[in-house]
């Protein structure tokens, strides 16, 4: 059974550092893409780009890049979003995804991580 | 950024068919296929249609898509309760380096 399970709700102050965590399981790592998407309270998705284990080949959305960052631990099968100093309008719920192969579709879905950035 | 444009709301009563749209661009719907995912409140969106019209396991055979074009439709026979959700169609976008989606239509089975 494929699953993605995600790391905890997080409190953060601005200007702080941050990383989220999207452990898989039930297919190999390597193999797909992995899509971060976030959705601010009450309002729609948004892509953040992909990420491929395999060889760390990271696409970014432009109005991300430089921002956030991909990353991964093959041995743990687990993909990582990090930022380096958050910002009030970072908060949303962050979710991991595994992308299929053939036609982009996002097939299994995290739980999703609350990100709270508050002074 | 630019979203595919979808309804905000729609509604039907049970029993009924009910069609959310979709629309896009060339460099989007008109290049690639269109998703839809359903989010029920306070989870994950979950993959509905992929493909333009095809099913995961799962997926009862009420629920269609089609595309046409730079639009597509979802659509839902013999609405249900628990039908209602937030609906989200995608698609890829080279320029976003990742799914383009509406901005969600949000169901309500009267």
């Known amino acids: 059974e494929v699953q993605l399970v995600q790391s905890g709700a997080e409190v953060k102050e601005p200007g702080e550092s941050l990383r989220i965590s999207c452990k898989v399981s039930?297919?190999?790592?390597?193999?797909?893409?992995i899509a971060w998407v976030r959705q601010v309270s009450g309002k729609g998705l948004e892509s953040l780009g992909i990420?491929?284990?395999?060889?760390?080949?990271?696409k970014y959305n432009p109005s991300f890049r430089g921002h956030v960052t991909f990353s991964a631990d093959r041995s743990s099968s687990t993909a990582f979003l990090q930022w380096s100093s958050l910002q009030a309008s970072d908060t949303a719920v962050y979710y991991c995804?595994?992308?299929?192969?053939?036609?982009?579709?996002?097939?299994?879905w995290g739980q999703g991580t609350l990100v709270t950035v508050s002074p | 950024q630019s979203m595919l444009t979808q309804p905000p709301s729609a509604s039907g009563s049970p029993g009924q068919r009910v069609t959310i749209s979709c629309s896009g661009a060339?460099?989007?719907?008109?290049?690639?296929?269109v998703n839809w995912y359903r989010q029920l409140p306070g989870t994950a969106p979950k993959l509905l249609i992929y493909?333009?019209?095809r099913r995961p396991s799962g997926v009862p055979d009420r629920f269609s898509g089609s595309k046409s074009g730079i639009s597509a439709s979802l659509a839902i026979s013999a609405l249900q309760s628990e039908d209602e959700a937030d609906y989200y169609c995608a698609a890829w976008s080279d320029a976003l380096n990742g799914q383009v989606f509406g901005g969600g239509t949000k169901l309500t089975v009267l």
């Open positions: 060339n460099s989007n719907i008109g290049s690639n296929s």
């Open positions: 995804a595994r992308q299929d192969h053939g036609g982009h579709h996002l097939d299994f």
């Open positions: 493909l333009d019209n």
């Open positions: 039930g297919y190999t790592f390597d193999n797909h893409f």
């Open positions: 990420f491929l284990p395999a060889d760390f080949d990271s």
